[in-house]
């Protein structure tokens, strides 16, 4: 059923004062999932749109979109959507800065350690003399990432684990927010073997220090880009610096669509969300500013690649690799981050009247808000 905006908006008021110990019948299952399509249908719409307008847009095997030189399209994401990484390597459980987008905001001082001397790779705890066993049983995946929080925190812990990789040629690539970068940590990365690192930019509000250690990153890493949540204070920064940034000739910049979670929902509470595929939950600004970046792009012909990590790109991503993984038709863990769905973020959205549904329909009776008992 095509639920109308006006009755979607009458229910979803209803499910958001409704007790968490109180059950969704499958009726209200049905109400709830026909408003999600109805959001998703006119974001698609919209976005459709804005993609339909940038003439030089690329694909990756219909596994995600992006502009500009292909041969910088950063190879991390390649293994991502196409080999079979991204093998997450976890070592550093702290970060200098906290940014309203992080997905451990407010948490930050109650992050676990991996463990003294160790590192999580899959899951499993290993010292470093376990890597060449870990390499010798299981088959080397064509990529891996060093995430989770701030590596520069303790960046000399993780030279020798780099050079042991690249001795395996494997392809690594390491995320950062550059503020603790300094050249001389950036060349032992280089020197190490690191193959790509990214910048989130947006973390420092494109500072200039940032912008300056990512010129000299590219005197000792191939491949160096920037990957950053699509925000309005990010595009704006952007381009007020976006001169600055190109001098560094960066190769590449990810513009990765923002989904929350419940620690940094809260951040965000007021903006128009939608969910993708009842998954990720995403402000409808973040993809568009991605697809307005890239026009503007296209248009003035950036000798680098900018990728639309989106929301689609990610649900690409799990299908790829439980698909190389050996899983069952189907398989993917692309899921929903909350618990229980918080409705009352949809609310503003349904309160928007420049926020219109495609197609409504009204509803069998049994389904009208009319029967809601307040």
């Known amino acids: 059923m095509k639920i109308s905006k006006n009755d979607a908006l009458i229910w979803f008021d209803f499910f958001s004062q409704l007790p968490e110990e109180e059950e969704i019948s499958i009726k209200h299952e049905e109400i709830i999932y026909s408003t999600f399509a109805q959001i998703e249908a006119a974001i698609d719409h919209r976005n459709d749109t804005l993609m339909s307008d940038i003439r030089g847009l690329k ?41 309203k987008f992080c997905y451990n905001y407010s948490e930050l ?39 989770y929080l701030e590596p520069f925190m303790e960046i000399e812990e993780y030279y020798s684990v780099i050079r042991k990789f690249s001795d395996a040629q ?43 250690n990512i010129g000299l990153a590219k005197k000792y890493i191939k491949s160096v880009g920037i990957e950053t949540p ?14 600055a940034i190109f001098e560094t000739k960066l190769d590449f910049i990810n513009c990765a669509e ?36 890239m026009k503007i792009a296209d248009e003035e012909n950036w000798d680098l690649a900018v990728h639309d990590c989106s929301n689609y790109t990610k649900f690409a991503r799990g299908l790829n690799l439980s698909s190389k993984a050996g899983m069952w038709f189907g398989a993917s863990n692309y899921a929903c981050e909350f618990s229980m769905i918080p409705y009352d973020i949809f ?18 009776d049994d389904y009208k808000p009319e029967i809601i008992d307040f």
């Open 347 to 364: 609310i503003p959205i349904l309160n928007d009247d420049n926020f219109q549904f495609l197609n409504e329909e009204e509803l069998p």
């Open 170 to 212: 494997i392809h690594q690539h390491l995320y950062t927010n550059g503020t603790l970068a300094t050249e001389e940590t950036l060349k032992a990365l280089g020197e190490a073997g690191l193959n790509e690192i990214r910048f989130n930019l947006g973390a420092s509000k494109c500072s200039d220090k940032v912008i300056e």
């Open 109 to 147: 001082e109650d992050i676990h350690p991996v463990g003294e001397g160790m590192w999580e790779i899959g899951g499993t705890k290993f010292y470093e003399k376990d890597i060449d066993l870990l390499l010798s049983i299981h088959q080397k995946p064509t990529g891996i990432s060093y995430v």
């Open 59 to 99: 694909t990756l095997e219909n596994r995600t979109f992006f502009v500009g030189n292909e041969s910088k399209f950063p190879k991390g994401c390649r293994s991502c959507l196409m080999g079979t990484g991204l093998s997450a390597i976890r070592k550093t459980n702290k970060c200098n800065l906290e940014c």
């Open 230 to 243: 699509m925000t309005p204070e990010f595009f704006e920064a952007f381009f007020k610096k976006k001169q």
């Open 258 to 293: 923002l989904h929350l979670n419940e620690n940094n929902i809260n951040n965000y509470y007021g903006e128009n969300m939608y969910i993708s595929r009842h998954g990720y939950i995403s402000p409808i600004w973040s993809r568009e500013l991605t697809l307005k970046f």
